[in-house]
Structure formats: C-alpha cells, structure tokens
C-alpha cells in the first residue's frame, strides 16, 4: 500500500511537472526570421526576434562605422576585425573604394534592424568611445565578413586576436585571389591609401 501511494505521487508529480515546464517555440526558418525582422515598424527602435535583440540603424557613417539606437539614444559602433577606406575622416582624402564601401553599408543597413555581438577579447569601446560589436543582418549573414569577403575593406586586427579573426583572414584571402572589390587591377589593386580618382 505504501508502494502504491508513492508511486502515485511521483505520477502525479511528473505529470504537473510536465506541464511547468518552459515550452520553447520552434525556431524559424531564415527566410522568415528575415521577413519578421523587417516587418518591424519605422519607428520601433529595439525589438526581439528569437531571443536575439535587434536596433535599428539610423546611420550609415561609412563602411565600419554606424549608429543604432539603443534606449531612445543613438550609439555609434566601429565593426570588429574590419577596416573599410576613408570617406568622412577630415585629416584624409576619401580613399580608393572608399565610396563603394559606404555606399554598399547604407544600401545593406540603413533604416534596418541589426543583431549585435560583443567580443570581450576587444573590450567595449576603442579610443574614439564607439562600441566594438559584430553586427549580423537579420538572416544571420555576418555584415564584418561580408564586406572584407566581397573586397570592400580589410580584414584589421587592433592589437589582440578577436573571435572570427581566422574567417575573416580566409575571406580577405579569397577576395585579394577572386580580385573582388579593391583588390581589383582597375580599383585599387589593394591599395586603399592611394586617393580616390575623380
């Protein structure tokens, strides 16, 4: 009889159990993980898709550099692992495919909502108090790889190795052999130092 009422009990306890249990939703495909972010509202400057939170970029300053907004405040970001040529820096002439570079990232992230990634490897803010992040598109595409893979800057190490330094290495690789972007004869040929021609 005792047997009895404690397996009883641990039935009973399994079964409310089963029902406290967290429930998780299935995770959504890219495509529509892609088309729910950018359903987002204008005017919604943070939100959460998957349990990773999005900001919504409200400028474009050049190829590694751009602000979100982050509690009502715009935040200015530097990429991690990324040098794009010079457009906005006064002390310099904008730079061979400097252009090209800016022009892509306000095509491919103005008015769009980002995922973030810190690397504390790299700390939080470089010398100019901009935020070292990575930031990732909406379908998950890494935004830093992707500009060093199709030739529209660097891959930059500041002092200490960070998290994709490897990938990001293999992609410069790739691009310089491809002659993708500024590594292109008639751009640059790789050298973004050089000024734009008019």
Not at 144 to 167: A, D, F, V, W
């Amino acid at each position: 009889m005792k047997k009895a009422s404690l397996l009883g009990i641990a039935l009973l306890l399994a079964v409310i159990g089963a029902f406290l249990e967290p429930r998780t939703a299935d995770p959504l495909p890219p495509a529509q993980l892609a088309e729910v972010a950018a359903a987002i509202p204008m005017s919604t400057a943070t939100t959460t898709v998957q349990e990773h939170t999005y900001y919504r970029v409200v400028k474009v300053v050049d190829g590694d550099t751009l602000d979100v907004l982050m509690n009502g405040k715009p935040v200015r970001l530097r990429l991690i692992g990324l040098d794009t040529p010079e457009t906005v820096d006064p002390r310099k002439p904008v730079q061979c495919f400097g252009k090209a570079a800016s022009d892509t990232a306000k095509e491919m992230l103005a008015g769009k909502t980002v995922r973030l990634e810190y690397d504390a490897s790299q700390g939080m803010s470089d010398k100019y108090s901009r935020t070292l992040v990575y930031v990732f598109l909406a379908d998950g595409t890494n935004f830093n790889k992707y500009m060093i893979s199709e030739g529209y800057g660097h891959e930059y190490t500041y002092n200490l190795p960070y998290k994709y330094q490897r990938e990001f290495k293999a992609a410069e690789k790739n691009a310089r052999e491809q002659k993708k972007g500024l590594w292109a004869d008639d751009a640059c040929a790789g050298n973004t130092k050089k000024p734009a021609s008019s």
